[in-house]
């Protein structure tokens, strides 16, 4: 299983991005759990956002919530991080990761350790 996301770049604050996590060599992708975590320089990865496999159960971190969607598409093999209103504060590397595995508790998508692949990061910076 390969991941690749895109979709970073340079924007004012105010502005919106939509990132990208593409799913190589996976079947049924959509059985597979994707979140989306940051990276701040000098900080911890913290988890931003979670869509859970099958039904598409959205989650979001409350410094997000309101301004971030995360959406799949199913037939492209994709999940989209759209990113609005966005405020220096959400400057980082953004990863992407996947999971299909049982999880014994409710909230495993908040912890990196329970995703088994990743993508490789792609920075996103809130700049005037």
């Known amino acids: 299983v390969q991941l690749q996301a895109s979709g970073g770049g340079l924007v004012q604050p105010g502005g919106s991005l939509r990132l990208s996590c593409v799913a190589d060599?996976?079947?049924?992708?959509?059985?597979?759990?994707v979140g989306w975590f940051r990276q701040a320089p000098g900080k911890e990865r913290e988890w931003v956002s979670c869509?859970?496999?099958?039904?598409?159960?959205?989650y979001y971190v409350g410094s997000v919530r309101g301004r971030f969607s995360i959406s799949r598409d199913k037939a492209k093999n994709q999940v989209y991080l759209q990113m609005n209103s966005l405020k220096p504060e959400d400057t980082a590397v953004y990863y992407c990761?996947?999971?299909?595995?049982?999880?014994?508790?409710?909230?495993?998508?908040?912890?990196?350790?329970?995703?088994?692949?990743w993508g490789q990061g792609t920075q996103v910076t809130v700049s005037s």
């Open positions: 869509i859970s496999s099958r039904e598409g159960t959205t």
């Open positions: 060599r996976i079947q049924d992708y959509d059985y597979y759990a």
């Open positions: 990761a996947a999971d299909g595995s049982y999880h014994s508790y409710t909230t495993w998508y908040k912890d990196r350790d329970e995703y088994a692949y």
